[in-house]
């Protein structure tokens, strides 16, 4: 029997298939951490993901339809974003299907791409994909690719640059990668009115927050698009995705970046000033020049980053998850002003991960196994403006309550740690929520003496998953080790209005408490 792989094509000198980072069940099998604990600064992505500006149920209204194959409502808005017409833009199920779609239309058997090292591993795949051949950046080539800024050093070139190149070599395509542009470099979307043979890759995956939607967009000649156009798939990007990624474009959100660069040099400076190679960068992440294995030694305390022949490749993530990263190679993160913690935590019985930042804007992520508490965790993040990201996973299997208690409880700590000395905190806050029937209403104190008085009125035992009785209990643990005082009361007919009661009443108490007040609220004791 013939095999497949006797009647493919052939592929050009050098193929390997991309190869992912380990997953996180790998790395925790591995070396025998909980998965929970492990942190991967491997992907590039932001830490927290973007936020729809569409409801989820608006976008998903149409999913026995084809989305419309023009894609002209995001071509519109992608041209706006970059100050171009909607023919000059080109879409593609991520910058990658791109990329694909480029060496698809100009490479082939006896052709030659122009690929720099290291550098993005798909040009190299898309190119041997197509029979083409390897040549070195700057060699004479049927086609460029030039990722700026350069994935994985982060080093970049003006624009000028590339412009230059594709006027010199007008039989040649020259490819510029700005998947990383929002963080700092500029753009060469200028040039492509005036050179036919420039074509310019953008991505929603890192600085938009939206990785898993795929979508991505090519800026061209109004020519070269239409080429590009005829020959990628009918529909390359889903409907529900397109329309998120259209709204995103119309209205970007990229508060992000900025604290994401000044913590991107934050983190270099602390490596730097241990004796690290580590050069600027204009991207969401560092590249440590190192011939020692920091990959190996990083992922056995189940730290994942991106290993290259020269060094190891370090996403920024969250500030308190970065100085983890930091600590683990000797390197000194400071004393910051942020308000923010990461708590690790593993018992017999659960393993988790949180993550919360005071000063956010209410984005989370939580995962527990238990969807009512990542519902009601949601809403106290949510109307607190704090910022979570929480993976839990605990002995459901025998039932719920260490998972509900060890959360919460973890929940408290990094509230407590986020707070630091609490000075100049206004300290007190409070809170009457009604929803519909129910009523829920608390008052936080942020004073050193942990106590708590909850008291939540249920008609029945539980509410999907979750017995209700454990939710006092769990709030009780988390203002002892918030090491504050907590009053919680809430009551109606709906089980499930009284616990959002209860926390969305929390969480607006607490986002008072914690807000700064300039001197802040002082104890006659004489400390907050």
């Not at 790395?27 to 830490?47: C, I, S």
């Not at 998903?60 to 023009?70: K, S």
Request: charged share 20%; hydrophobic share 45%.
């Amino acid at each position: 029997m013939t095999s497949a792989r006797e009647i493919a094509q052939p592929v050009g000198p050098g193929y390997a298939p991309y190869v992912w980072a380990a997953a996180v069940d790998e790395v925790a099998e591995r070396h025998g951490v909980p998965r929970e604990a492990v942190l991967k600064f491997d992907q590039n992505t932001p830490a927290l993901p973007g936020v729809p500006q569409v409801a989820l149920a608006q976008s998903m209204a149409r999913l026995n339809e084809y989305p419309d194959g023009t894609y002209r409502e995001l071509r519109d808005a992608a041209a706006s974003y970059v100050g171009l017409s909607a023919d000059h833009v080109v879409v593609g199920a991520g910058a990658d299907d791109l990329i694909l779609l480029l060496a698809q239309v100009f490479l082939g058997p006896g052709r030659r791409a122009a690929v720099d090292a290291p550098t993005y591993a798909l040009y190299r795949i898309a190119t041997t994909l197509r029979g083409a051949d390897i040549v070195a950046a700057g060699e004479d080539a049927d086609l460029h690719w030039v990722c700026n800024p350069n994935n994985p050093t982060g080093s970049w070139v003006e624009p000028e640059e590339i412009a230059a190149l594709a006027e010199r070599a007008p039989q040649a395509i020259v490819v510029a990668d700005e998947a990383y542009v929002e963080y700092g470099a500029r753009s060469c979307a200028p040039w492509v009115d005036e050179l036919p043979n420039l074509v310019v890759l953008r991505t929603l995956s890192k600085a938009f927050g939206f990785a898993s939607l795929r979508v991505g967009y090519a800026l061209a000649h109004p020519d070269t698009a239409a080429l590009l156009t005829e020959r990628r798939a009918p529909a390359p990007i889903a409907g529900p995705a397109a329309t998120i990624a259209s709204a995103a474009l119309r209205n970007p959100r990229l508060g992000d970046v900025e604290e994401t660069v000044l913590e991107r040099e934050r983190v270099r400076a602390a490596f730097a000033d241990v004796g690290f190679d580590v050069e600027p960068t204009a991207t969401n992440f560092v590249y440590l020049r190192t011939s020692e294995p920091l990959a190996e030694t990083l992922e056995r305390q189940g730290i994942v980053v991106r290993a290259f022949p020269d060094g190891i490749r370090i996403s920024i993530r969250r500030p308190s998850e970065n100085d983890i990263l930091l600590r683990a190679l000797g390197a000194d993160p400071g004393e910051g002003a942020r308000r923010e913690a990461t708590v690790l935590r593993t018992t017999t019985e659960t393993a988790l991960r949180l993550t919360l930042s005071l000063d956010g804007t209410g984005r989370t992520r939580v995962e527990t196994g238990i969807g009512f508490v990542d519902h009601l965790l949601t809403l106290l993040a949510f109307h607190a403006g704090f910022d979570l990201e929480l993976a839990a996973a605990g002995d459901l299997d025998v039932d719920e309550h260490h998972t509900v208690e060890d959360v919460h409880a973890s929940l408290g700590a990094a509230l407590a740690q986020a707070l630091g000395s609490r000075e100049g905190v206004a300290r007190y806050g409070s809170a009457v929520v009604p929803m519909d029937e129910a009523r829920g209403t608390a008052a936080v104190d942020l004073v050193r003496r942990p106590h708590a008085e909850v008291t939540l009125t249920f008609g029945s035992d539980r509410v999907g998953a979750l017995a209700v009785s454990l939710l006092a209990h769990a709030l009780e643990r988390f203002a002892i080790e918030a090491g504050s005082t907590i009053h919680i009361e809430a009551a109606g007919s709906d089980d499930h209005h009284v616990a959002e009661a209860a926390y969305k009443a929390l969480g607006q108490a607490l986002r008072q408490a914690v807000a700064l007040a300039g001197g802040g609220i002082r104890s006659t004791k004489g400390a907050v």
